[in-house]
């Protein structure tokens, strides 16, 4: 019974009650008699039963005795259980939000919209959240439990979703740590490799370099890129040497590894006493500089092109494709035509393509595209220049009729040919340069190939084929062989 009486040299008390209850008694704890004895007999110990002290005792052994036995766990242990149960819960949905981040980054995806910050906007249904929040939205209707609702928090804190802008962002630096260890990894286990730079200003003027390491892995050529490094000490070859090997440095690559330095020819790059290379190869002398190929390449047809009457014709096709461009009118109407030509069948082409200003070899799809249209072109100048000024008014017919004399005279029809034909021959090679898997000795091969068919267009028989073919074209909108 619960009155079960224990003497502990001092007094008498409940067994339990001695055991269990955290603080003082109540009651005085003395020396049990022979008198208090025979009132325990007789009952009058009940009365502590009736206590609360007593009560909360007897509840307290009930607990223990439980978890004792295995029947029951402990409050700590329960409150353990709980908050491991909803650190398994809030796991599953930053899985969810960490794939839909992971999933925008392959695709190329932008994640966020223009009115997204706002929990009205991520709510609405009308406005457009963004792409992250819609991708969460379309997870949750899909089926995923885990792609709604927020997170639990220890404390009571308050429920958060972790799917703002900034956990957006944190989530895409992890993703790049981990992205750039693995790679790292890959480098230092390679016996050697070669980092690839060039600086360039962004969006916002600031000035980075993309730094790209090569090396060999399995028997296969890799380049990797491993990030953006701010040149906020200026672009001195000094500063930028010093911005490479301390971006290199802090990513762990193994710096005594390095066996080559691929850059533009610039004088910050690649000059002999104060260039970037240079000061690298003091510290790392079997880094080898070798000057960009490509570059190289685009340099020769820069120094090429500036020939008067070459110069002319780019300049033409820039003004003929600029009047397209910007005057969805003028660009409908030479769809028109084109349409028309093709007796109502869709065309597979119907814009000119614009000239890039830096890599001059990718001005060849410009060319055939343009020869390919050029017929169209002229048909389509003629319609404006001489059109009623109720249809066009007097700017885009005077820009018309200055183009079409342009277009059409043999000296532009001339150049054209021969830099397409010669632009053509260099496209293959170009392309191959900026392959990955490229190596120095197949591009050698390359570069010599086309060498020697350079050589062989300076023919007269290849001039003479060339005249025709600008003859031919010429024909097509009865043009006048005339050189002015």
């Known amino acids: 019974m619960a009155g079960v009486l224990e003497v502990l040299g001092r007094g008498v008390l409940p067994a339990l009650c001695v055991v269990r209850h955290q603080r003082p008694a109540p009651w005085p704890v003395v020396q049990p008699s022979s008198q208090q004895l025979d009132q325990v007999r007789l009952g009058v110990c009940f009365k502590h039963e009736e206590k609360q002290a007593h009560k909360t005792s007897m509840l307290r052994y009930g607990e223990f005795a439980q978890t004792v036995s295995g029947r029951k766990d402990d409050v700590a242990t329960l409150l353990n259980t709980e ?102 990894q890959a480098v230092n ?37 491993l990030g953006f490094a701010l040149c906020d000490s200026g672009t001195t070859g000094r500063a930028l040497a010093d911005v490479i090997l301390k971006s290199l440095r802090e990513w762990g690559i193994e710096m005594d590894h390095m066996r080559g330095q691929g850059y533009d020819g610039a004088g910050n790059m690649a000059g002999r006493l104060s260039g970037c290379a240079a000061i690298i190869s003091e510290s790392y002398p079997k880094a080898l500089y070798v000057h960009c190929a490509s570059h190289c390449l685009n340099l020769c047809i820069v120094a090429a092109s500036k020939l008067t009457p070459v110069t002319n014709m780019w300049g033409v096709l820039l003004d003929v494709s600029m009047f397209f461009k910007f005057s969805p009118k003028r660009q409908s109407k030479l769809e028109a035509v084109i349409t028309e030509a093709a007796d109502g069948e869709r065309a597979r082409v119907t814009k000119l393509v614009d000239l890039c200003k830096t890599r001059w070899v990718a001005r060849s799809t410009a060319l055939v595209t343009f020869e390919s249209l050029y017929e169209h072109v002229v048909t389509t100048l003629q319609d404006i220049s001489t059109a009623s ?18 277009v059409t005279s043999f000296e532009f029809l001339i150049c054209f040919i021969l830099t397409s034909r010669i632009m053509a021959r260099m496209h293959g090679v170009t392309v191959s340069l900026q392959s990955s898997s490229l190596d120095i000795v197949r591009a050698y091969r390359q570069l010599d190939s086309v060498r020697s068919d350079l050589a062989n267009c300076r023919s007269e028989e290849k001039h003479k084929a060339w005249y025709e073919e600008a003859v031919a074209l010429a024909e097509t909108v009865c043009t006048n062989l005339i050189m002015h």
């Not at 959240?129 to 709604?148: I, Q, S, T, V």
């Not at 600086?199 to 890129?225: G, T």
């Open 189 to 225: 286990n390679s016996p050697f490799f070669s980092v690839l730079a060039d600086e360039a200003a962004d969006c916002s003027n600031k000035e980075q370099m993309p730094l790209v390491i090569r090396f060999v892995k399995d028997a296969v050529i890799r380049e990797e890129f």
């Open 83 to 184: 908050h491991q149960r909803q650190a398994d819960e809030n796991l599953r949905r930053l899985r969810s939000v960490v794939a839909t981040v992971v999933f925008c980054g392959k695709q190329g995806i932008a994640l966020r919209g223009h009115r997204n910050e706002s929990a009205a906007s991520r709510a609405s249904q009308t406005a457009n959240p963004g792409n992250f929040a819609a991708l969460m939205n379309f997870r949750a209707e899909a089926g995923d439990k885990y792609a709604c609702g927020g997170f639990h928090q220890a404390h009571g804190g308050k429920h958060v979703t972790y799917c703002g802008n900034r956990i957006q962002n944190d989530i895409i630096e992890c993703c790049r740590d981990e992205i750039r260890s693995a790679l790292v």
């Open 389 to 406: 000024r109720a249809d066009w008014n007097a700017e885009s017919q005077s820009a018309a009729s200055s183009l079409l004399r342009s």
